[in-house]
């Protein structure tokens, strides 16, 4: 079974910073790793996808990375904002489910 | 981009009622919809895929006959949970995916469940 983890589980860093969030998973037959984004009380809201074919997705500030044969993903915040405080989590996908990684608590500080 | 909705986002009930809850797709058509179950301080845990027209797929430890699925159709699926009790509180959530060989999953906002 897939197994998930998140490194750190929380993280408290100064506006302006760049700061990376870790994810490792066990089973490197995937078919794509998903980055979201949670606050508190809500839904998820889908950051970067990428497929098990690629190395790398970017989307404005953010960029995420994938090495499957090393079981590990990061994604890559650049000046950080007091609006990106939330938890971030990352999944890996199998093709027909998700399985989650316990998160990590961002808080950025103004 | 692709949405999915769910209601209620929030919900307290007492115990021993039941309590549904809807995942619809609102702009495309989803043969399978997967409900999650969140406690506090946890990760999304996968309790059961839901497939249109057929029986839910439930996971190990996940009780079918509390948490009852419904996929009548191709935009909407039902989560029921029968006989609440105050252990059921958590965050329930749906995702989606937009079709066959696609898997970008989507997220509805999830449900607050308390049971009191």
């Known amino acids: ?103 990590t608590s961002l808080t950025v500080i103004p | 981009g692709a949405v999915v909705s769910q209601h209620p986002s929030r919900v307290i009930c007492k115990s021993g009622t039941s309590v549904k809850i809807e995942c619809r797709s609102l702009d495309f058509q989803a043969t399978t919809m997967f409900w999650y179950r969140q406690f506090p301080k946890q990760s999304l845990m996968l309790m059961a895929t839901s497939n249109e027209g057929s029986k839910a797929t439930y996971e190990q430890g996940v009780e079918k006959d509390k948490f009852l699925i419904n996929h009548a159709s191709l935009t909407l699926s039902t989560l029921t949970v029968t006989s609440a009790h105050p252990e059921d509180s958590s965050f329930y959530i749906c995702s989606a995916f937009l079709g066959p060989g696609n898997t970008e999953a989507f997220f509805g906002q999830g449900t607050r469940l308390t049971v009191v």
């Open chain 1, 1 to 103: 079974k897939q197994e998930v983890t998140q490194i750190p589980a929380a993280l408290s860093v100064p506006e302006g910073e760049n700061l990376v969030l870790n994810c490792s998973f066990t089973d490197s037959a995937i078919y794509n790793l998903q980055w979201f984004r949670q606050d508190p009380g809500k839904g998820l809201t889908s950051l970067l996808l990428i497929q098990s074919s690629q190395r790398e997705q970017t989307s404005g500030r953010l960029n995420a990375s994938l090495d499957k044969s090393s079981g590990r993903s990061t994604l890559y915040i650049a000046a950080s904002q007091p609006g990106d405080s939330a938890t971030y989590l990352c999944a890996v996908g199998t093709g027909n489910q998700f399985y989650f990684g316990t998160g």
